[in-house]
Nanobody, 127 residues
Framework: QLHLVESGGGLVQPGGSLRLSCEFS????????IAWFRQAPGKEREGISC????????TYADSVKGRFTISRDRVKNAVVLQMNSLKPEDTAIYYC????????????????????WGQGTQVIVSS
């Protein structure tokens, strides 16, 4: 099973940027699809971005498309979520998740079944 640790959350003003990192370790980590989810108070968990094991395929929720970018850092064994033009509605706890059987494909529904999850990092967008 993959061990995932998120970092990079914090308080930022509207229009600002944050860079979240999901560092992972474990057997065959390079075979895992990695996704970012978020959950705001009183709301359901939302899948916002994923990246395939090869890094060739990425998917974004409409709510973050054009503002967020997901990428793999193979040197650091991490997946990075660059978040720009942040809005108050982006306020949530952000989680990364990994699974070797999930598929990240822009032509398919966002994957939901992930075996490994991080503990989350808080993002607050407020003036």
């Amino acid at each position: 099973q993959l061990h995932l640790v998120e970092s990079g959350g914090g308080l930022v003003q509207p229009g600002g940027s944050l860079r979240l990192s999901c560092e992972f370790s474990g057997f065959s980590w390079y075979l895992y699809t990695i996704a970012w989810f978020r959950q705001a108070p009183g709301k359901e968990r939302e899948g916002i971005s994923c990246i395939s094991s090869s890094g060739a395929d990425t998917t974004y929720a409409d709510s973050v498309k054009g503002r967020f970018t997901i990428s793999r850092d193979r040197v650091k064994n991490a997946v990075v979520l660059q978040m720009n033009s942040l809005k108050p509605e982006d306020t949530a706890i952000y989680y990364c998740a990994g699974d070797p059987t999930s598929s990240c494909n822009p032509n398919s529904p966002f994957p939901r079944d992930f075996a490994s999850w991080g503990q989350g990092t808080q993002v607050i967008v407020s003036s």
